[in-house]
C-alpha cells in the first residue's frame, strides 16, 4: 500500500516568490494535515483538513499561506510570497478520521534564497 | 495546553548497549503519548502510543515506554542498541479532547558508535 506522497522533495527559490506543495493521502484517509518542521525542531501544525473543510487553520500564516483540498484528497499549500524565514520542511500528514494514528510523507524540503 | 520537553537533545550509545530517551509531558486532559522516529530523508513513523490501557507499551524494533503519571514523564527504552536505531526521535503528546492535535517535542538525536 502506497504511503503519503508528497511532492517536490525539494525546492530552491528566490524571496519574494511563489511556491507551491503537493500531497496525496493515503487512500481512503478522510483527515489530512499539514506541519511545519524547522531546522532542529519538532513540527507544528500549520492546518487540518476533515474532507474538503478546513477546521483547524488556526496557525496558518493566512497573509502569506495558503492551502487547498478541493475534492477531499490532494492537497496543494502555497506560499506567496516567500520569504528567508519560510525554509523549513512541509510534512503531509493523513488519518482514517481525526482521532487515529497520523501518517506522514517525507517532505518537502524549502530553501529560500 | 499540552506539551512536552525531551530533556536530552542529543544521545550517544554504543551498539548493544542500552537506550534511554528521556520526555516529560504537561496536559489538561487524560493525554494520549506517543514516539516518532525520523530517518534522515524519510517520513515520520510511529513507533509506539500510549492511550490509557496498559502502562508499559511495546512498539516495533524492540522499543518501549513506560507511562508514569505521577511522574509525568513517558521515557523511551530499548535493552540493545542496533546501527539503524540512529536517527531523530520525538516525543509526542495529544489531548483527547483536542481533536488529535499533536504536540511534538523538539526531538533527540540519537547516535550509535561502534
Known amino acids: 500500500e502506497a504511503g503519503v506522497v508528497q511532492s517536490p522533495r525539494y525546492k530552491i527559490i528566490e524571496k519574494k516568490q511563489p511556491v507551491a506543495f503537493w500531497c496525496n493521502p493515503i487512500s481512503g484517509h478522510n483527515t489530512l494535515y499539514w506541519y511545519l518542521q524547522n531546522l532542529g525542531q519538532g513540527p507544528e501544525l500549520l492546518i487540518r483538513y476533515e474532507n474538503e473543510e478546513a477546521v483547524d487553520d488556526s496557525q496558518l500564516p493566512k497573509d502569506r499561506f495558503s492551502a487547498e483540498r478541493l475534492k477531499g484528497v490532494d492537497s496543494t499549500l502555497k506560499i506567496q510570497p516567500a520569504e528567508l524565514g519560510d525554509s523549513a520542511v512541509y510534512l503531509c500528514?493523513?488519518?482514517?478520521?481525526?482521532?487515529?494514528?497520523?501518517?506522514f510523507g517525507p517532505g518537502t524540503r524549502l530553501t529560500v534564497l | 495546553a499540552q506539551s512536552v520537553t525531551q530533556l536530552d537533545s542529543h544521545v550517544s550509545v554504543s551498539e548493544g548497549t542500552p537506550v534511554l530517551l528521556r520526555c516529560n509531558y504537561s496536559?489538561?486532559?487524560?493525554?494520549?503519548l506517543f514516539w516518532y522516529v525520523q530517518h534522515p530523508n524519510k517520513g515520520l513513523q510511529l513507533l509506539l502510543k500510549y492511550t490509557s490501557a496498559a502502562t508499559l507499551v511495546k512498539g516495533i524494533n524492540g522499543f518501549e515506554a513506560e507511562f508514569k503519571k505521577s511522574e509525568t514523564s513517558f521515557h523511551l527504552t530499548k535493552p540493545s542498541a542496533h546501527m539503524s536505531d540512529a536517527a531523530e526521535y520525538f516525543c509526542v503528546v495529544s489531548d483527547r479532547g483536542g481533536g488529535n492535535k499533536l504536540t511534538f517535542g523538539t526531538g533527540t538525536q540519537l547516535k550509535v558508535e561502534l
Open positions: 496536559s489538561s486532559y487524560s493525554p494520549s
Open positions: 500528514a493523513s488519518s482514517l478520521g481525526g482521532r487515529n494514528e497520523q501518517f
